[in-house]
């Protein structure tokens, strides 16, 4: 088992160093590189379900996942992003269309075209353009403040109706809140991996779980880590057969470490935690 600890171990830090290779500045990239962190704390969740690992093996989970948070790189992906959308202002009618159908998963009929059209010759699409960058520029803003405070701006800024903002700045500005949504869940995810990994090092060392996670300080933590949905400190529960660490969900409500169901149960759960459970 222990040569298969280390397989893991391995693996994990080459998926990790995946997700870092990934950092080309769009939106797209970022989810990717989200996707590949999403993995390795799923990887390590069972990990740690199924194996008592060793002090050092600990350790070096954690010099591994100890790398800035993925929402750091977020105003950078926007960025990119702006660039790259610009570019399809200056398209032809036609792209612009098909770009949008694509990126948005748009089947209404194709009336894309003729309008784009009419509002160029009004010097509407100009003013589209202009509407964009400036909110473009508001969500860069709002991505650098902590994560739970970024949320609310960028969804204020998706949600703006601003007289001069036309279908296609309103478009490509709604996905912004809607990817930094998965910025918080994996950034969730990621704390409650260092976390978890904290507490089984203090497990090995007092043979016993902490009543709360401040007994992990300094010793085993800097500080506490924090949520980022609400900014208050990440969760902690002893269970019977174990413990969960948890964030709460989109919902800004502490659910108590209720997991996200999985199946038929997953369509009547109407609320949930982002979870790291381990029971043994």
């Not at 770009?99 to 009929?109: G, K, T, V, Y």
């Not at 809607?178 to 497990?203: D, G, K, N, P, S």
Request: glycine letters at 6%.
């Amino acid at each position: 088992m222990e040569g298969n600890v280390a397989t893991f171990v391995l693996t994990s830090r080459a998926l990790l160093s995946l997700a870092e290779s990934v950092n080309a500045p769009y939106q797209i990239c970022h989810i990717v590189r989200l996707s590949l962190d999403g993995m390795w704390a799923q990887m390590m969740e069972f990990l740690l379900n199924i194996q008592t690992l060793s002090q050092r093996q600990l350790q070096t989970l954690e010099i591994i996942v100890d790398q800035p948070l993925v929402g750091h790189g977020y105003a950078q992906s926007l960025m990119g992003e702006r660039a790259l959308n610009l570019e399809l202002f200056n398209a032809s009618s036609r792209d612009i269309e098909m770009a949008m159908r694509i990126n948005h998963e748009d089947n209404s009929p194709g009336l894309w075209s003729p309008i784009i059209d009419v509002r160029r010759l009004l010097g509407l699409h100009d003013l589209d353009a202009l509407s964009y960058i400036n909110a473009t520029q508001a969500s860069i803003e709002a991505a650098a403040l902590p994560l739970h405070e970024a949320q609310a701006r960028l969804i204020a800024i998706g949600e703006a109706r601003h007289e001069n903002i036309g279908s296609i700045a309103r478009r490509l500005v709604s996905t912004h809140s809607r990817v930094h949504r998965i910025v918080m869940r994996r950034t969730a995810r990621l704390q409650c991996v260092r976390t978890a990994l904290a507490v089984e090092r203090y497990r090995l060392a007092s043979g016993r779980l902490p009543d709360a996670l401040w007994e992990l300080v300094p010793d085993f933590l800097e500080s506490v880590p924090h949520d980022p949905r609400d900014g208050q400190q990440l969760r902690y529960s002893r269970r019977d057969t174990g413990y969960v660490i948890y964030s709460i969900g989109q919902d800004l409500t502490d659910n108590q470490g209720e997991e996200k169901r999985t199946g038929k149960a997953r369509s009547k759960q109407k609320e949930w935690d982002v979870t790291f459970i381990v029971e043994r």
